[in-house]
């Protein structure tokens, strides 16, 4: 009965290559996110999609792609891995599509380890 | 620029006794924050909330207080337990970005010592 999911919990990879880490959510929520945690714990968004529809990018490399192909699931696809992508990346959904007032609820992490 | 800190990075308190995590933000836009509470690999999950249009928010033996005119809010824990060890994370929300991406704090991690 897992709310938020991600596969896999750990990746290790060399540099160059290309990987994904896919998200499930069975909340029946509108909105999912990708965000970072980078060595310094910090967790910053990257990515929000609305009903499919991408919604936020913030400032990252476009080797980065979402993929949501319905609303319960949104993968992530690194092209050309490079060494600063070692990070945790969670996943998070929320119910609505307004600004402010949403709860996010973050899936278990990937843990991406470049080599 | 760090728009949501947590200037501790740690607190250690003995059990039963009360835990207050603070978190400071600049941006007065913020209208919603949220507390997050994390333990090692795992994501982080959501623990209590309050809207800027409060200054309190109890959840069983969870409290945040807010401080709008000082932009400073606050998480009370009482009493504590072991289980409450883990990285608490603030999170604001700015109702002018779109989606409610939120923005978080670095986490201050708490020790609950029996």
């Known amino acids: 009965d897992t709310a938020v999911s991600q596969t896999p919990k750990y990746l290790v990879t060399q540099m160059g290559n290309d990987k994904s880490i896919k998200c499930e959510q069975n909340?029946?929520?509108?909105?999912m996110y990708w965000y970072k945690q980078d060595s310094k714990k910090f967790l910053k968004i990257m990515f929000s999609?609305?009903?499919?529809?991408?919604?936020i990018n913030e400032t990252v490399p476009n080797r980065f792609s979402p993929k949501s192909p319905d609303k319960a699931h949104l993968n992530l696809h690194i092209n050309s891995l490079e060494l600063g992508d070692s990070a945790v990346y969670f996943c998070?959904?929320?119910?609505?599509?307004?600004?402010?007032?949403?709860?996010?609820?973050f899936g278990p992490g990937t843990r991406l380890l470049v080599l | 620029d760090q728009q949501v800190k947590q200037n501790s990075p740690s607190l250690s308190v003995q059990e039963g006794r009360i835990s207050i995590l603070n978190c400071d933000y600049t941006n007065s836009m913020f209208d919603y924050f949220l507390w997050y509470k994390k333990y090692p690999a795992e994501g982080p999950t959501f623990l209590i909330s309050i809207s800027s249009i409060k200054d309190k928010n109890e959840d069983g033996r969870f409290t945040v207080f807010l401080n709008k005119s000082a932009k400073h809010l606050s998480l009370h824990i009482v009493p504590s337990q072991p289980g409450d060890s883990a990285v608490y994370f603030c999170a604001a929300s700015d109702p002018r970005r779109s989606q409610g991406n939120l923005i978080f704090g670095k986490g201050t991690k708490l020790s609950v010592k029996p």
């Open positions: 998070a959904s929320s119910q609505g599509t307004t600004g402010s007032g949403e709860t996010q609820y």
């Open positions: 999609y609305n009903n499919k529809e991408l919604i």
């Open positions: 909340l029946g929520h509108d909105t």
